[in-house]
């Protein structure tokens, strides 16, 4: 029986090497890491240069490239210097979202350990201990495939970064490592219109918490968005809204939206009354949505609507083919409600801010077993939401229409069709 081809090791000095035949012929002393302290540490180094060597995937030359302050850096060193720069120099949002789903579910098994030397085959053994997790429960098949894509990007970097001082790997070990297992997509839930008004119509519910409902299902704009919403950025002149930015729930500052593009949304004409009301409350260069940044939204938006009564299990149901209804399905709401009053799949794309059209389709689908047309979307909301008396700064088009029929009546406001930009503007960095 051939034995196997593991290299050579040795202790020179402080420092252990491994001897491999390069595809040349040639016959080569490799120094490993610093980090390399036992034999059997050693011998794991050399099995995974020489497996890459018969891969044809090694390159001659340290593993750790010549920057100072890297060689033998822990993976979770490493990872906090990553995660810094994708947070202060590349504003990502997700920093923080990052943070946890590594510190949970990567860091605790492989952190320790030299980012150089780390194998291919811990990283096989990871992608099977997440599969062990989703099994047992203990984390959805979906948030498994979030983990693997985070991992993979931090791979990449530490191979290729733009940033030299990231750079801690001659080689990337995730590439071509089959991911987690995929499993059922879960349905998600949307509001029936009469659901929307029973919870916005519902006095036991806090009114701000309500004004921030109606917002989001009227307009499809994520929370940030809304969080980040001003004066100036409604005319209704043109009866349209631009979103351009966004709150970062991680710094607290305004950056630029999800996508890094800016888009309008046409003013629902059943939205008007209440978003005047916003406008005129808010003044200039105040908020125009009084929602927590926060997490909780979820959780409250349930609780919110038991308390107005809403029994459908669809709403609440979590369960492996099922999610319960959250913050952001709300504007999953609006589009849904989009696509079954008949508007064109790209004019609902824009609206949303999709980047992909599938994503847009997926709402399409849920508007197709309803019924195009079946449902009447964006009724009139509760006059509750508003003060119930006229503002000197209202139309009087705008006013309740009467103390017995319980909602607004709106003027319809013809938008000069004006359609949202493919670029983006400058990016906004602007202090909330």
Request: proline share 7%.
């Amino acid at each position: 029986m051939a034995q196997d081809r593991t290299g050579s090791v040795e202790l020179r000095g402080n420092r252990w090497r491994v001897r491999v035949r390069l595809p040349d012929g040639r016959r080569r002393w490799v120094p490993l890491d610093d980090g390399v302290r036992t034999e059997g540490q050693a011998r794991r180094a050399a099995a995974d240069i020489v497996d890459r060597v018969q891969r044809g995937v090694f390159v001659y030359e340290p593993l750790v490239p010549a920057t100072k302050g890297t060689a033998g850096e822990t993976l979770g060193k490493w990872f906090d210097r990553w995660l810094a720069d994708r947070k202060n120099r590349r504003r990502l949002g997700s920093a923080e979202d990052d943070r946890l789903r590594l510190g949970k579910h990567v860091l605790p098994v492989i952190g320790a350990r030299p980012i150089a030397l780390i194998t291919r085959a811990e990283l096989e053994a990871l992608v099977m201990a997440l599969d062990e997790k989703v099994r047992r429960g203990e984390l959805a098949w979906k948030s498994a495939w979030n983990v693997w894509a985070l991992v993979r990007r931090m791979f990449r970097d530490a191979c290729r970064s733009k940033r030299a001082d990231l750079r801690a790997r001659a080689d990337d070990p995730s590439e071509g490592i089959e991911g987690p297992d995929r499993g059922v997509r879960r349905a998600k839930a949307f509001l029936l219109p009469s659901e929307a008004l029973a919870l916005l119509g519902c006095e036991a519910v806090p009114l701000r918490w309500r004004r921030a409902y109606a917002m989001a299902l009227y307009t499809g704009m994520r929370k940030g968005e809304l969080v980040a919403l001003r004066p100036e950025d409604v005319t209704f002149e043109s009866g349209v809204i631009r979103v351009h930015r966004a709150h970062d729930k991680a710094s607290g500052e305004t950056k630029a939206t999800k996508t890094g593009n800016w888009r309008l949304i046409p003013i629902e004409p059943a939205l008007e009354p209440l978003l005047r009301e916003l406008v005129e409350r808010a003044g200039e260069g105040g908020v125009l949505v009084d929602l927590p940044p926060a997490r909780g939204a979820a959780d409250k938006l349930r609780e919110h609507m038991q308390r107005a009564g809403l029994e459908r299990a669809e709403l609440f149901a979590s369960d492996h083919t099922r999610k319960p209804l959250t913050f952001h399905d709300l504007r999953g709401t609006c589009a849904t409600w989009l696509a079954i009053r008949g508007e064109e799949p790209l004019k609902i794309q824009r609206r949303l801010g999709h980047t992909d059209l599938a994503t847009t389709q997926g709402y399409i689908a849920a508007a197709e077993a309803v019924g195009v047309g079946r449902l009447d979307v964006f009724p009139p909301l509760p006059a509750g939401l508003g003060r119930g008396e006229l503002s000197p700064k209202l139309s009087p088009e705008l006013s309740p229409s009467g103390p017995k029929s319980g909602i607004f009546t709106a003027k319809t406001v013809e938008a000069p069709g004006i359609e949202p930009g493919s670029g983006s503007p400058s990016p906004v960095h602007l202090r909330a």
